[in-house]
């Protein structure tokens, strides 16, 4: 028998911008704000299908993220790049080791891979910890699409200023966080698609993220379903910026949960 396919679910865990919000030390209206949507911690998504929990980055929110998730393992982690906002939380996945007795495979491009073992030089040494580390096992990527409990996950490349990352797409659902620009190769990645993440930091021009503007262009061009918005900073204020958007683009919040429909 085919293994059956169950709908993917996603969670966001953050949906903040590097820094964010509230911002430390900023008084402006949006960090101020009492909507809890906007509250935003640093991005991250938690995918669950075929009964595994695979986290996508893990930020320097990461161990409160999963209190407030209440996720209870932690089966593989995806890493998009190695930026300060999408790995430092790795440390603390130590927790699920201890409940797990086993190694959290980890994957990413070699370049990810190769910064991450050295901002986690003490994980990856080979000499005898006196206190638990985090037990992980790197599995770079070659770019290729590759099974990940049995389902296909596909890198897609993006642009971040002059960096070229990895967004991730399974199924009819991709995750974008962390990009200028989509190049013309990876947009077609993206087509028929139920749910699409994309960056949108503001409205003014930034030389390694997405804008508003621009984000609603690829929607436009990619069509998918509904389109969420994440790494998002303090110029947008949740409510007010969503009601000048087209109905099948919604603010990604922390805590929001999808499901997304596979065509049966
Ligand atoms: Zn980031
Ligand atoms: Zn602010
Ligand atoms: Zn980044």
Redesign the pocket.
Known sequence: MPPQIEPLRITVLGSGTSVG???VG???D??RSEDPRDKRLRPSVLLQYNGRNVVVDTTPDFRYQALRAGITRVDAILFTHAHADHIMGLDDVRPFNFRQRGHIPIHGSPETMGTIRRCFAYVFDRTEAETPIPRLEIRPLDGCPFDLFDREIVPVPVLHGKQRILGFRLGRAAYLTDHSEVPEESLELLRGLDVLFLDALRHKPHPTHSTVERSLGYVEKLAPARAFFTHIC?DLPHARTEERLPPNVRLAYDGMEITVEEPG
Request: proline share 11%; aromatic share 0%.
């Open positions: 919000i509230p911002t900023c008084h402006c949006v960090c303090h």
